[in-house]
């Protein structure tokens, strides 16, 4: 089955691709490498030891988008390309509904044209808003405080209109809550360019010395330590919960959460990364940073019950997996 990738040169893409190639799965890639490097997809090969073919295309471009559907039989989209910077969806909304929303309706309105029925769109936690935690699928969702989260949310609804619409067509919404780590091998991993805005990302680099501390963004939340608690899910464990939601697909919208059911602090992080590694990540304690929320994390048994599909990797492993890409990494 040949599957388009959109975004797989990309962090999340680029273990998907690894995942799908190992359960047998062809693998199309469409990415304008605006934030994703072509040696990536090298990379993805080298690991697999299996081709895929690569356009170096925008998704929100329908003559191009059309071009691919119409050279190759695809089976399945998995949506990844998008922009993720929250910050900057603040300062550039139209930037980011135009290449969030228009990518998302452009590549069903081909699934539409072409015949094709599955798939697979990239979510967010981001669109529970401040609901009670745990996040579970059936809650209402709750007005975003960014231009980024209300294209994930609008995308949501436009597929599922577009299901309402067409029966046969098949969408399955997946709400990623932190995606962390890297393929085991330290090939391919997280690289964001300039500073971090996420955690892991940031201990990695101080870590490495790159950066000299950690600023730990407020330690007063009524949370087991104070600190923020999210629920961080391993990439590869992810990139497998692609494949199965891709395998299970049937008629009808499908919205399940990926994370692990579990609340880790920012300290928990740090001192998980400092015991995975042997070495220590300076931090200071500063001020909230504006627009967080004190805790997070995912009520995770949809996934299990009805794709049979739980993380596997603990915060150890996730922890050592991105450390020994970041040892490794070359800018
Ligand atoms: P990423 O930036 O590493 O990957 C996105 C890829 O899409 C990049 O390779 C980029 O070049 C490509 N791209 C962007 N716009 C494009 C366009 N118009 N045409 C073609 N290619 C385009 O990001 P990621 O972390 O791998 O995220 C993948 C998806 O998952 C995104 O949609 C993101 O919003 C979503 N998501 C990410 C997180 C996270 O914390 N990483 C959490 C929830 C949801
Ligand atoms: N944090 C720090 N210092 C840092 C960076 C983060 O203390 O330098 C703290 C934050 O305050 C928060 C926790 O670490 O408590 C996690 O922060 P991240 O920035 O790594 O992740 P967020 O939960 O804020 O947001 C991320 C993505 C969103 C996405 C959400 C759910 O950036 O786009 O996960 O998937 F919506």
């Known amino acids: 089955m040949n599957i388009l990738v959109t975004g797989g040169a990309g962090y999340i893409g680029s273990h998907t691709c690894v995942a799908l190639l190992e359960a047998g799965y062809?693998?199309?890639?469409?990415?304008?490498?605006?934030?994703?490097?072509?040696?990536?997809?090298?990379?993805?090969?080298?690991?697999?030891?299996?081709?895929?073919?690569?356009?170096?295309?925008?998704?929100?471009?329908?003559i191009a988008v059309n071009t691919i559907f119409s050279k190759h039989e695809i089976d399945g989209v998995i949506h990844f390309a998008g922009l993720k910077a929250v910050g900057e969806s603040v300062e550039r909304p139209l930037t980011y509904y135009n290449n969030n929303v228009v990518s998302t309706m452009v590549l069903a309105k081909a699934c539409l044209t072409y015949g094709v029925n599955r798939f697979v769109f990239s979510s967010s936690a981001t669109v529970?808003?401040?609901?009670?935690?745990?996040?579970?699928?059936?809650?209402?969702?709750?007005?975003?405080?960014?231009?980024?989260?209300?294209?994930?949310?609008?995308?949501?609804?436009?597929?599922?209109?577009?299901?309402?619409?067409?029966?046969?067509?098949?969408?399955?919404?997946?709400?990623?809550?932190?995606?962390?780590?890297?393929?085991?091998?330290?090939?391919?991993?997280?690289?964001?360019?300039?500073?971090?805005?996420?955690?892991?990302?940031?201990?990695?680099?101080?870590?490495?010395?790159?950066?000299?501390?950690?600023?730990?963004?407020?330690?007063?939340?009524?949370?087991?330590?104070?600190?923020?608690?999210?629920d961080y899910i391993h990439v590869m464990d992810l990139a497998e919960g692609h494949v199965v939601a891709l395998d299970h697909l049937t008629e009808g919208v499908h919205v399940y959460n990926l994370g692990t059911g579990q609340g880790t602090s920012v300290l928990e992080l740090v001192n998980a990364f400092e015991e995975a590694n042997g070495i220590k990540v300076p931090y200071e304690?500063?001020?909230?940073?504006?627009?967080?929320?004190?805790?997070?994390?995912?009520?995770?048994?949809?996934?299990?019950?009805?794709?049979?599909?739980?993380?596997?990797r603990d915060v150890?492993?996730?922890?050592?997996?991105?450390?020994?890409?970041?040892?490794?990494?070359?800018?």
Not at 49 to 58: G, H, P, S, V, W
Not at 143 to 154: D, H, Q, R, V
Not at 209 to 229: A, C, M, Q
Not at 285 to 306: H, T
């Open 128 to 230: 529970y808003g401040d609901n009670k935690v745990p996040f579970i699928e059936t809650m209402d969702l709750l007005p975003t405080t960014n231009p980024y989260g209300e294209t994930k949310a609008m995308s949501e609804r436009i597929l599922t209109d577009i299901v309402k619409a067409n029966p046969a067509f098949s969408v399955s919404l997946l709400r990623y809550f932190n995606p962390v780590g890297a393929h085991e091998s330290g090939l391919i991993g997280e690289a964001p360019n300039g500073i971090p805005n996420n955690l892991m990302p940031y201990v990695t680099q101080v870590a490495k010395g790159k950066l000299e501390k950690l600023s730990v963004f407020g330690n007063d939340y009524p949370t087991v330590d104070g600190t923020g608690v999210r």
């Open 26 to 62: 062809s693998v199309i890639v469409a990415d304008n490498l605006c934030n994703g490097k072509e040696e990536t997809l090298n990379k993805v090969k080298q690991l697999t030891n299996k081709d895929l073919t690569f356009y170096e295309i925008d998704v929100t471009d329908d």
């Open 316 to 331: 150890i492993a996730m922890c050592r997996d991105a450390w020994r890409f970041e040892k490794n990494y070359m800018e």
């Open 285 to 312: 304690i500063v001020e909230r940073r504006p627009g967080d929320i004190a805790s997070f994390y995912a009520d995770a048994s949809k996934a299990k019950r009805e794709l049979g599909w739980t993380a596997k």
